[in-house]
């Protein structure tokens, strides 16, 4: 299986789980449902840092947005003995960049136009999925994975939870909804320290993490909680 295969990097071994998951015609059980018996698997390893534990949230989590679930999903399967992850397995794509925010391993959209960082096969994308006019949504993302770099103006992605499947997309770096991307390590040996937060309060419901609709701008994790949080009253 090429995604334990310990030559490549964790980002490429990702990535060759991604791919499998797209030659297995991995999809929704019909466009809009956001579940099938693959993807309740991908919901099934997500957790949540809860009161400084990692507490299992996918058991009962069987549809939404998957995106973030895949991303997760892909890495669970391909660390290998030793390696450390470098974010939690999550639902929500808020905590993904939570976590990659936390570690320095989040690279604004900027650090790469301005070439102080080179992206690389595997590192994650994060898009801005928002609703023009409606600010509660400012907080929607859609995640996927660098597949190729095509050149200094454009490269490939590849991501679930687009149109209800696994699917290969080409994206400029000009792009007005590309947020940033989360840097993976450079080497399949790189220690990375425990990245997992604990949510600012204990009652938000994965629904608002992980929402139907996905992704948003680049926001803090205090300042999506607020949205939440708002939102409510």
């Not at 466009?31 to 996918?58: A, H, M």
């Not at 390590?185 to 997992?196: D, V």
Request: proline residues 6%; charged residues 25%; negative net charge.
């Amino acid at each position: 299986m090429k995604w334990k295969d310990p030559s490549l990097t964790l980002g490429e071994r990702c990535v060759a789980f991604a791919e499998n998951e797209l030659a297995n015609n991995v999809s929704e059980d019909k466009p809009g449902s956001f579940t099938s018996p693959r993807i309740k698997e991908y919901f099934k390893v997500c957790t949540r840092l809860v009161n400084g534990k990692e507490t299992p949230i996918g058991l009962s989590f069987t549809k939404g947005n998957w995106c973030s679930a895949g991303v997760s999903f892909c890495l669970y399967n391909s660390l290998l003995p030793g390696e450390i992850s470098p974010h939690g397995y999550r639902l929500g794509v808020v905590e993904v960049i939570a976590d990659m925010q936390k570690l320095g391993t989040y690279r604004d959209i900027k650090e790469v136009r301005d070439g102080d960082y080179q992206i690389k096969v595997g590192d994650n994308i994060f898009f801005d999925r928002s609703q023009p006019g409606n600010p509660a949504t400012a907080w929607y993302r859609h995640i996927g994975r660098v597949l190729d770099i095509g050149s200094s103006q454009e490269f490939t992605c590849i991501s679930g939870n687009s149109n209800g499947k696994w699917r290969v997309t080409k994206h400029k770096f000009s792009q007005s909804t590309l947020l940033g991307f989360g840097e993976y390590p450079a080497t399949n040996t790189q220690s990375i320290p425990n990245p997992h937060i604990d949510v600012p309060w204990q009652d938000v419901d994965i629904e608002e993490l992980a929402p139907l609709v996905d992704t948003g701008d680049n926001l803090d994790i205090s300042d999506i909680f607020d949205l939440i949080k708002n939102k409510r009253s």
